[in-house]
């Protein structure tokens, strides 16, 4: 158990539709990453908070927004959904975006747009 | 841009044998670390090993050791020892050392799936 939370584990939901995946990072953790594995384009990068503000942007299309909440907790939007959403998001986290700090991966949310 | 290649899609080794997988990466930079992270069939990502470039020498973690080639930007994991519990896909990770924008992000091979045979 690397101590990051996601929920739900499983999402399945029709096309155009808007979801909200849900991520608490490890305790004391400040940074929360976000990536998409799809058997398309493997594991990719979407978008990093720090400390509740916007750090970095990957591939994350505009229909996908995040935030991090003062707690810490950070929300992934997924908006007008399309077949090729269909993914396993992933929310990592580290201590700090400084050097070495390891991204420490939760469970990931499996996401079916049928 | 970085880039991370893993050659080898399947790989298959039997119980208490040893096997090695392959990685390589691009990168114009010199300070970086990599990583091996292991996907069982849960989907769960596991830290299994870091290599700081700066570093020379390789890292190891109880059965698991990797050789570290910064020239030749090779970066192989050694799996002693195989055990069942090992199966699972694993992917090599690359990460700037670099601060500030994206440079933290992980940048993933497309992982080799490896069997262990009993």
């Known amino acids: 158990d690397s101590g990051v939370t996601q929920t739900p584990k499983h999402l399945i939901t029709a096309t155009g539709q808007r979801v909200t995946l849900r991520c608490s990072p490890r305790s004391g953790d400040l940074s929360v990453y976000w990536y998409q594995q799809s058997l398309d384009q493997g594991l990719q990068f979407l978008i990093q908070y720090y400390n509740g503000e916007e750090r970095a942007k990957g591939n994350i299309l505009e229909r996908f927004s995040a935030q991090q909440f003062p707690d810490l907790h950070s929300e992934l939007n997924l908006s007008s959904l399309e077949l090729g959403d269909s993914a396993l998001y992933f929310c990592a986290s580290s201590v700090a975006d400084g050097f070495g700090y390891e991204q420490y991966f939760g469970p990931g949310t499996r996401l079916t747009v049928t | 841009a970085q880039t991370v290649t893993q050659s080898q899609p399947e790989m298959s080794v039997q119980e208490a044998e040893t096997v090695t997988l392959s990685c390589t990466y691009d990168?114009?930079?010199?300070?970086?670390?990599l990583f091996w992270y292991k996907q069982p069939p849960s989907r769960q990502m596991i830290l299994v090993i870091r290599?700081?470039?700066?570093?020379?020498q390789n890292a190891t973690e109880n059965r698991f050791s990797v050789n570290f080639q910064k020239a030749a930007k090779s970066f192989s994991l050694k799996i002693s020892d195989s055990q069942l519990g090992d199966a699972a896909m694993y992917f090599c990770?690359?990460?700037?050392?670099?601060?500030?924008?994206?440079?933290?992000?992980?940048?993933f091979g497309k992982g080799t799936l490896l069997t262990v045979n009993p």
């Open positions: 990770a690359y990460r700037s050392g670099n601060s500030g924008g994206s440079n933290y992000k992980l940048t």
């Open positions: 290599q700081e470039a700066y570093k020379q």
């Open positions: 990168t114009s930079e010199s300070d970086y670390y």
